[in-house]
């Protein structure tokens, strides 16, 4: 015959649950983290940049359109990734159509369909240290092929706001 004890020992033993893992709290957590995320992630807008592309700075309010992307370095011309023109073969020409992007944006064109009313819409991201010819042969190369939405981008910077002085104390 076995002791009280043990059968104490072994009822014990029975009644004793196995530990478990309450995952309700953590999945909750986890949820509310996505809608976070996913919330505040709309609201940045990001262009796809080179670290060889310096943009400009400006105080814009208005905020860019989701576009095909011309990209201007020191050295080439690309369009959605794809080169299309060395900038130092540009510097020769004469003309004013560069014919590597007259040639792309013809069919980023035939894939977009209908020539809305406007024109198709292009954002222009461009090294600060572009020049002036060069801009211009680009913008008339857009105008031709019917792009004709021109939107350039730019490093969006905060300046503080003028403070009101409605005290009447002049400075």
Not at 4 to 21: M, T
Not at 40 to 68: W, Y
Request: charged share 25%; net charge positive; with cysteine.
């Amino acid at each position: 015959m076995s002791s009280l004890r043990s059968k104490r020992r072994r009822r014990r033993q029975k009644k004793a649950k196995v530990a478990s893992l309450n995952l309700v709290s953590l999945m909750d957590i986890f949820t509310i983290l996505v809608f976070f995320l996913m919330v505040n992630s709309s609201e940045v807008e990001v262009l796809q940049s080179s670290s060889n592309i310096k943009l400009p700075d400006s105080t814009s309010q208005q905020r860019p359109g989701n576009n095909i992307v011309i990209s201007v370095s020191k050295d080439d011309l690309i369009v959605q990734g794809r080169a299309v023109a060395k900038i130092a073969d540009l510097k020769g020409q004469q003309q004013p159509l560069i014919a590597g992007l007259q040639a792309e944006l013809e069919y980023q064109a035939e894939r977009k369909g209908d020539i809305p009313e406007g024109g198709y819409e292009i954002t222009v991201m461009g090294d600060k240290e572009v020049p002036y010819w060069l801009l211009k042969r680009i913008l008339y190369t857009c105008q031709t092929t019917d792009f004709a939405q021109v939107s350039l981008a730019v490093n969006k910077i905060h300046i503080a706001e003028p403070q009101d002085n409605s005290s009447g104390v002049q400075s």
